[in-house]
């Protein structure tokens, strides 16, 4: 690997590196939105919603991400007469797919939740939407962070599909240059260390925030923090 190279071109592979990083944000905001109003209709007790949601999600989970970003680059400006960058044509429909996925992520940790939970707050009294927030979705929350790290993970690696529509991303950057310099093994070597470093640290803090509400929801409920002062011991007094 020829580092003095990577790095006399390091300006192209830092564009690509955003422009990746740009995909992953506005692919991430429509899967987790996608997702959440997927996961309502999944659940919700209404079936024609049910089978919408049974529908989108087995549509996006079975066809091939790459069949589904060439027709959307390809075959949208063809039927509506309009052009298409491939930028924002990838990043929604690898946002969509997103959403199939993250939509299950999301029943799975909530139907994990254990039905006493839901009864207990019914019968304090509690209405739907503080039931929900208060109860039942901070504890699905804990129970999907790990996935839903994952995915994004994987989601960032396939931001490398859109290089095969033009996006100018840190793979097509790099197979450019290697392209120009005949040094495929130092920006492909190159890319994968940037891929790594951005992907590691984010599964570092997912763990140990995972770990952290654990710790939380399993800490007795009498048991103080350690920067909150105890109270005094009780004199005991003798029995006359």
């Known amino acids: 690997m020829d580092v003095d190279l990577v790095l006399r071109h390091s300006g192209a592979l830092i564009d ?32 024609t919603l049910r089978a919408f949601a049974r529908a989108n999600i087995l549509f996006f989970r079975v066809t091939p991400e790459v069949i589904l970003i060439f027709w959307a680059y390809y075959c949208i400006p063809l039927i509506f007469d309009t052009t298409v960058s491939g930028f924002w044509s990838g990043s929604v429909v690898l946002g969509l797919i997103g959403a199939a996925y993250l939509a299950e992520i999301f029943r799975a940790g909530i ?3 254990p039905r006493g939970q839901s009864e207990a707050a019914e019968a304090l009294g509690l209405k739907a939407f ?19 790290v ?15 529509i033009g996006v100018m991303d840190l793979s097509l ?25 951005m992907i590691f640290p984010v599964t570092l803090y997912a763990r140990h925030l995972e770990a952290k509400l654990s710790d939380r929801s399993a800490r007795p409920a009498g048991k103080r923090s350690f920067w909150r002062r105890k109270a005094p011991p009780e004199e005991v007094t003798a029995n006359p």
């Open 16 to 47: 690509g590196a955003r422009i990746t990083l740009a995909i992953t944000l506005v692919g991430a905001i429509i899967a987790i939105s996608g997702g959440s109003a997927i996961c309502a209709m999944r659940i919700s007790s209404y079936r």
């Open 150 to 164: 994952n995915y994004f993970s994987e989601f960032l690696k396939n931001t490398t599909l859109l290089s095969a």
């Open 130 to 148: 503080p039931k929900w927030t208060f109860v039942i979705l901070p504890q699905a929350l804990k129970l999907v962070i790990a996935p839903l």
């Open 173 to 197: 950057q790099a197979y450019l240059l290697g392209g120009q310099t005949f040094q495929y093994l130092s920006f492909l070597s190159a890319i994968a260390i940037i891929y790594f470093a």
């Open 111 to 113: 139907a994990a939740v």
